[in-house]
């Protein structure tokens, strides 16, 4: 392996056969060099290191029906997959802006592209939060033909533990998808009140036991164990949750399930509050028609409730206003064999819209 310097480096060593440490997996981190490795990885139906598995590419295509010469925006760039086909439908005609909030991502993904032959003639990357996807039209100088939007985290940032996006390995409790601004998960929980937290994880994540956690956490505080990793704030789930008559008395096995999917929860409720989802996809969906041409086409992905009902209510009552002329009446699922294939898939729906 060589560093950035090409200086000769030392590949990571890791104990047994495989590597289990997100930083001993060097060939998951090098799809071009290690394709076989890719490929058995993939296979397994996981998502290898430092990668993402775009979700439901060829229905995505199929409504948006990009030509040759069209301008579209990718408002959730990530690993690029998604903008990578949209980019060969272009045929070298047109052009596509991709925007994302992670500085870390966006500039792998912007050289990545750039190496695979789509330069800053085809694709122009933008740092900015796809809430502001005016000010985008406005540097364009003109409105989009397609519009996509995939509200889901990239799986490069969940498994990396330094970002501290998952409960399973010990990291940091940050959570910002730009880790440049604003507070850290961490630092959000310093000082919350039982009832803020309990609001919290019930708004954004329809968490059953959010009371007796809320407690947990805020007691917990008070007594001077403050949550500065991913791991103490699941040990503050699963003590929690132990105290909760139902869930004692359970199992194992369903107790260890009912922490798993609580942490899922409190971990999707805390990332939507630190970086303001919500607000965030509110003001792209009140932007949204007017930055389309008409005709224009724009298609979301949700992962949870809350984000879907928010796009499903925005597309109604732009429809209902003559905006747009269509909107999707039933969500799109990923099909069973894409759900066997990458298990992330699984709680996606799609919903389209068109501009009249």
Known sequence: MENQT??????????????????????????DKYGDTISKVISKGSTPAGMHISIMVQEILDFLQIKPGQWGLDATLGYGGHTKEMLKCLQGEGHIYG?????????????RLASQGFGEELLTVKLINFAEIDKVAEEA????????????????????????????????LDLRLDPTKGISAAKRLEGISKEELQYMLIENSDEPYASEIAEKIVTNAKRGRKIETTTQLKEAIEEALLGVREVAKSSEKDRKEAVKKSCQRVFQALRIDVNNEYEV???FLEKLPHILNPGGRVAILTFHSGEDRLVKKSFKQWKKEGIYSEV?????????????????ARSTKMRWAVKA
């Open 6 to 31: 090409g200086e000769h480096k030392r590949r990571v060593r890791y104990s047994g056969t495989h590597p289990k440490k997100y930083s001993e997996k060097y060939k998951e981190h090098n799809p």
């Open 99 to 111: 925007l994302d909030v992670d500085p870390i991502e966006s500039a792998k993904t912007k050289e």
């Open 141 to 172: 100088g003109r409105k989009f033909d397609f519009v996509l939007a995939d509200l889901g985290v990239s799986s490069m940032q969940i498994d990396n533990p330094e970002r501290g996006f998952t409960y399973k390995v010990e990291g940091p």
């Open 281 to 283: 996809l509110h003001s």
């Open 328 to 344: 999707a009446e039933d969500v799109v699922r990923p099909s069973a064999e894409e759900c066997n294939r990458n298990p992330r």
